[in-house]
């Protein structure tokens, strides 16, 4: 079986890639099938760039190369925006990143055509159009909801997470899902989650048996508790299991398996966190939120549909 990796614009798969590269993995990217392409048809890279904007075969011989590699190789990973559709029997990973950190990354220099926006916010206007458009493109030329987590076996947020880290997470997941396949599963950095609901006071007792719990079992570095996330304004807030999630980024977890994604309904807020609990938050795990719901109460979050990736009742 082989691997298949897209995920938002800014996302950075690129760099993941080249940790799996460095794992053992073979990489199969689509710059390299186009290159092939090019050097076949007597071409440089930029003129089959320009004769792919009027020539639709083009597209479709890169398609079909995706295809015809994905049936011959094994164990290989495809790094493309599409393979996951043309290579099919593969183990689909998206990387999501919310687009605040994505236009972070843009604005920083790195990721390709930084030097076309002017500030950070350009930058995230910028990506939101660029996936809009692309997203158009995907639907009008194949059908496909490019954007909808439920395509995907795996989903992984890059937002706060080191590409080692995601590679590492993926190889595992991969190699599971070859064991016994699984439904979608989303995984969230942990650092990105924010207290919601009624949170007061981390209770210090259930606090040291979840740190205790989370040192000594469980994966290197995802965490042992599922969470469930309300989505409001950008944020994701957890509604219970606070200690847990504290305790879990204390014993340096990264990531957390998302029971449920909900998208907050209504012109209502959510029981937000106040200066203190989010403090007394980041003191407990010993970390620093990137973004804050207080200071900042709306900012860019996923461009991604989590609908149907969760069953009610689950």
């Excluded at 392409?37 to 089959?48: D, F, P, Q």
């Excluded at 190889?171 to 064991?179: I, L, R, S, T, V």
């Excluded at 989303?186 to 040192?215: H, I, S, T």
């Excluded at 398996?257 to 209502?268: D, R, S």
Aim: glycine share 8%; net charge negative.
């Amino acid at each position: 079986m082989n691997i298949t990796i897209t995920g938002n614009l800014g996302s950075g798969k690129t760099s993941v890639c080249k940790e799996l590269a460095k794992a053992g993995f073979q990489v199969v990217s689509a710059g390299d099938i186009f290159r092939d392409i090019a050097a076949e048809k007597g071409m440089t890279v930029i003129e089959l760039n320009e004769a792919a904007k009027t020539d639709r075969s083009i597209d479709d011989m890169l398609d079909g190369r995706s295809m015809q590699l994905g049936k011959q190789m094994d164990q290989t990973v495809f790094d493309s925006r599409l393979a996951w559709h043309f290579v099919p029997q593969s183990f689909k990973v998206f990387l999501l990143v919310d687009v605040q950190e994505a236009a972070r990354r843009v604005f920083a220099g790195n990721s390709r055509g930084a030097e076309h926006y002017e500030n950070m916010e350009e930058a995230r206007a910028g990506l939101e159009a660029r996936a809009g458009l692309e997203k158009d493109r995907f639907r009008d030329l194949y059908g496909l909801d490019y954007y909808n987590a439920g395509n995907y076996d795996l989903v992984i947020e890059s937002s706060a997470a080191s590409p080692q880290q995601i590679a590492k997470e993926i190889a595992w997941n991969f190699e599971q899902y070859q064991k016994e396949p699984f439904s979608t599963k989303v995984l969230l950095n942990l650092q990105r989650l924010y207290p919601g609901g009624q949170a007061m006071e981390l209770d210090p007792g259930r606090f040291e048996a979840c740190y205790e719990k989370e040192r000594g079992q469980g994966q290197p570095i995802c965490a042992l508790t599922t969470v469930a996330v309300t989505i409001k304004n950008g944020y994701n807030f957890i509604m219970e299991g606070y200690a847990e999630a504290a305790a879990a980024i204390a014993a340096g977890k990264v990531f957390a398996v998302a029971a449920n994604i909900e998208a907050f309904p209504g012109q209502g807020a959510v029981d937000g966190p106040s200066e203190a609990v989010i403090h007394a938050f980041e003191q407990a795990g010993h970390f620093k939120y990137q973004d804050h719901p207080v200071q900042q109460p709306k900012k860019a979050g996923y461009m991604v549909d989590f609908s149907t990736c969760f069953k009610k009742g689950q």
